[in-house]
């Protein structure tokens, strides 16, 4: 049976004064991928920064491979081999690219080498000396995801990485993910662009005002298409 790698139960979370999740439930085994789907607000951003405590305070229950983080400090979680690529992606502009992928500390055995990396992604070897704002948005995208795959981390929390990219690199991050996952990583994908993850996830959770309120699993992904179209609006 698989393991359970993330396990959120009763997640509430605040920004200040504002309560953003009323009580998130789900869990992720190893090796699946999981896609939150939602309006802009339902809570799928946050949801992902309150996994790694970075969000205002949160009550609830996280535990990552068993272990319940909500009391811990987001360098110790990460530490548990957690990756997180935000939406801004988070690229030093006055390093290249290949100091960029240096920088992240490496946790226990390490991440992916170098030369992995620039096996995955061809585009990133060429690119090695430039600056990291001389890259495109595609090439920063790229960047951001190997950044944390160089920490050895292997629960991978991903914000909208297709956003704004032109068809053919999210057709290349799609690729991206599908390697990921014949590697055994563990992902959780925030996604707006649904035709982008729908191939890709093994189960959909889908949030409103703070909460999951429907799940499902890829196989049953046929059958909800019209209700997610009203949830949506796809």
């Not at 595609?138 to 950044?147: I, T």
């Amino acid at each position: 049976m698989a393991k359970r790698f993330l396990e959120v139960k009763g997640l509430h979370g605040w920004y200040g004064e504002s309560h953003v999740l009323h009580g998130v439930d789900f869990h992720v085994d190893e090796g699946e991928v999981v896609t939150l789907l939602g309006r802009n607000g339902a809570g799928r951003t946050s949801t992902l920064r309150a996994i790694l405590g970075l969000i205002g305070s949160r009550k609830g229950s996280v535990q990552v491979l068993g272990q319940e983080t909500i009391g811990m400090a987001t360098h110790r979680i990460a530490r548990l081999g957690i990756g997180y690529c935000p939406e801004e992606r988070g690229i030093f502009s006055s390093l290249s690219a290949e100091e960029n992928l240096m920088l992240p500390p490496q946790l226990g055995e390490g991440g992916m080498s170098i030369d992995q990396i620039y096996a995955m992604f061809p585009n990133l070897k060429e690119r090695a000396s430039s600056q990291g704002t001389r890259l495109s948005g595609g090439e920063q995208q790229m960047l951001a995801v190997a950044r944390i795959l160089r920490t050895g981390a292997r629960l991978l929390l991903l914000d909208e990485i297709s956003e704004g990219l032109a068809p053919v690199i999210v057709q290349k991050l799609a690729e991206m993910v599908l390697a990921l996952r014949q590697q055994g990583y563990t992902i959780v994908m925030v996604e707006q662009n649904f035709r982008f993850a729908a191939p890709l996830a093994d189960r959909f959770l889908v949030m409103e005002h703070g909460q999951v309120i429907q799940q499902f699993t890829q196989a049953e992904l046929p059958s909800r298409l019209d209700s997610l179209h009203e949830y949506l609006g796809v």
